[in-house]
């Protein structure tokens, strides 16, 4: 036997376990959420094992209860958009927060920028739903926003920041900012500042330096920064749940209501599968758009 073929057989082998693993662990909860969606309900949670495509029909479009009318689906549609948006809105919130402040811990002494790291995990090492709460302490009508501006006399009466579309965003920022510094630390800690220094020595604007320099060398951090705050933020349950009290639902709220108080277990894997849907599209956009401007620059 060749010995490139007994090699390739090897890693085959030490391969195996780890295969088995991805394919039971991962692949096969999706694959029985996938076949649960293509089921009938049962009556009091469950499913009933009759091939029924009523969920995924559902899930865009509703049955009038008494004519049998068909109509979209306001309600689910409403909360696909909500989600969509306010992921966006998260992800472009902390880049314009962990832009500039990757930026400054990479420009700090080296002796100095694991302390600056430090103090971004430190919040990342607390429990999530900890977080989410100390968001509601500050924005709520008694909480220390509104205190301190009626206490200087800016405002009489509290401003409702609290159960707002306002407040699950500045929530899913302070929770997912550092997944945004991190990758785009990681890219400027290894740029030659050097071509900074020669910009400014062509007469370079610091705008043009920004964006003819500094950007071009750190787009994949900030490409997996934005993915990896959009992701999450797009399934967000908890943060959703404690700052929008209900009235601010996102895919992740209204697959737990499926699975909870509607007992619609296929509804609520036909939506787990279209939210997995719209993740897979966005990290499709986000590589392609990447290995684009890739492909320009070589």
């Known amino acids: 036997m060749p010995n490139g073929v007994r090699t390739a057989r090897r890693r085959w082998l030490l391969l195996t376990p780890a ?7 991962a692949t096969g909860p999706l694959l029985i959420v996938l076949v649960y ?3 009938t309900p049962g009556d009091y949670g469950g499913v009933v094992w009759t091939f029924s495509t009523d969920a995924w029909f559902n899930v865009v479009v509703e049955r009038d209860f008494f004519d049998d009318t068909l109509s979209f689906a306001d ?31 990479a420009t700090r002494p080296r002796e100095t920028r694991d302390m600056w790291m430090l103090l971004i995990m430190v919040p990342f090492w607390t429990n999530l739903l900890i977080r989410t709460f100390a968001v509601m302490e500050i924005i709520r009508n008694e909480g220390v926003i509104n205190t301190g501006l009626i206490q200087l006399g800016i405002i009489d009466a509290p401003i409702q920041m609290l159960f707002t579309e306002f407040a699950v965003t500045l929530g899913m920022v302070y929770v997912y900012l550092p997944l945004m510094v991190l990758p785009i630390y990681a890219s400027m800690e290894r740029m030659d500042f050097s071509l900074i220094e020669a910009g400014y020595d062509l007469y370079a604007s610091r705008w043009r330096i920004l964006r003819k320099v500094i950007f071009p060398l750190v787009k994949p951090g900030v490409v997996a920064g934005s993915i990896l705050v959009f992701v ?49 599209v966005a990290l499709f956009v986000y590589v392609r758009s990447a290995g684009t401007q890739e492909g320009r620059h070589d």
Do not use: C, D
Request: net charge positive; no cysteine; aromatic share 12%.
């Open 19 to 25: 295969l088995v693993i991805l394919l039971f662990a």
């Open 37 to 39: 969606s293509f089921l």
């Open 75 to 105: 309600a689910h549609l409403s909360i696909f958009w909500r989600s969509v948006k306010l992921s966006l809105v998260t992800t472009l919130v902390a880049f314009i927060v962990g832009f500039p402040t990757a930026y400054f811990i």
């Open 232 to 280: 999450p933020a797009l399934g967000a349950y908890v943060t959703p749940r404690v700052l929008g009290g209900g009235k601010q639902l996102m895919l992740g709220n209204l697959i737990e209501l499926q699975f909870g108080q509607g007992r619609n277990w296929p509804l609520g894997a036909a939506l787990s599968i279209s939210l997995l849907a719209i993740v897979m």
